[in-house]
């Protein structure tokens, strides 16, 4: 796919989900990723379920488009192929645990040597540096000791994990910010960098109003269901039907919600503030539902929308996919199998650029070593440095 990362050529060493993710990402910007896997069983992905026709679907999600070569670079000749992709590669990726790379040879420190324009991004569990560096970690680890687990889920019940594997998401949208960061530098005349994410670090990032709160009140905040611990009303309420939610975020939307809700409250010392209404947000909880039990769901968000509060509909994953909002934005999008036909349904690039095609379909994830021959004879073509 042309793009703005057209002719840019990423040697891609990970698996699973975070170095796969950001990859991913690279290529829908118009990257040729080439996937170096473990000879015989690949990436790990390749087994996970669901399957159909014997191929994974999860694999497939995340791994479309790009092309897929085995090497064993503990062999001599799957080297000499190896170091030939590395004098063609801008970027190359990988998510070992630290120090796989260097007793391989292939370390920062050696291929900035040899290739000081090379921009190499590693995502691990914990970084490349710090005391615990080389401990394996995976998504649920760094949730949980990232603090992420602390804040989600119901009050005085148990923590649960985000439904979404965001330690290895968010870790792979850092990575993309850093490789494009240092592919600018590059651009610029400067030598290629190494960038260090770090699975737990990323978790850290997102804690936003949770390290406020701890640091100023010097308590850290619990869960709080879906409602936000500094923001009130921001949270899901009963319909006649079933859960919606509003977020009036701000004075004057709450002012527009209690018009449409014909509550005389925004004058109300205990709610005409959000600091108030947080103090109260039970009660205040309790005066909204109290209308709102009365008509269906979709009478409220109907309502509230034509009144300019934020306010939708709790939708599962099947509902998602068939959101008319989500489909006019083309984040539905089919990826073909070999014969050019729909095989699997997978999330499109919420990336939307002016000059970047948004096709509603995507190639296939590679078999493995697929395209070993077209590599080897694209590598006998082009020049090497």
Known sequence: ?????????????????????????????????????????????????????????????????????ALDLKSPEDRAIFDRLLARADILLEN???????????GWEALHARHPKLIYGAVSGFGHT???????????????????????????????????????????????????????????????????????DSQLALLEHAIAITTVTGEPPRPSGARHPSITPFETFHAEDGLFVIAAGNDPLFAKLCTALQLPLAGDPRFATNPARCQNARLLKRLIEAVTLDRPKAHWIDLLTRAGVPTGPIQNVAEVLQ???????????????????PAYIAAGNPIKMSALPDPKTRAPAPALDENRAAILAWLDRAPED
């Open 130 to 200: 710090g005391p615990e560096a080389e401990r394996p970690a995976y998504d649920m680890v760094v949730q949980a000791r990232g603090g992420v687990m602390s804040i989600t889920g119901e009050r005085d019940r148990e923590p649960v994990r985000v439904g979404a594997s965001i330690g290895d998401i968010v870790a792979g949208m850092f990575l993309v910010q850093g490789v494009l960061a240092a592919r600018l530098e590059v651009e610029r005349g400067g030598k290629g960098q190494k960038i260090d994410i770090s699975m737990l």
């Open 1 to 69: 796919m042309p793009g703005p990362l057209d002719g840019t050529v990423i040697l891609d060493l990970t698996h699973v989900l975070a170095g796969p993710y950001a990859s991913m990402t690279l290529a829908d910007l118009g990257a040729r990723v080439i996937k170096v896997e473990r000879p015989g069983s690949g990436d790990d992905t390749r087994a996970f379920p669901p399957f159909k026709d014997g191929e994974s679907a999860y694999f497939a999600a995340i791994n479309h488009g790009k092309e897929s070569i």
């Open 323 to 341: 959101d008319p909002q989500i489909r006019a934005r083309n984040m539905v999008v089919d990826i073909l199998d070999r014969d050019g036909a």
């Open 96 to 106: 070992y645990r630290p120090g796989v790379m260097e007793r391989l040879g292939y």
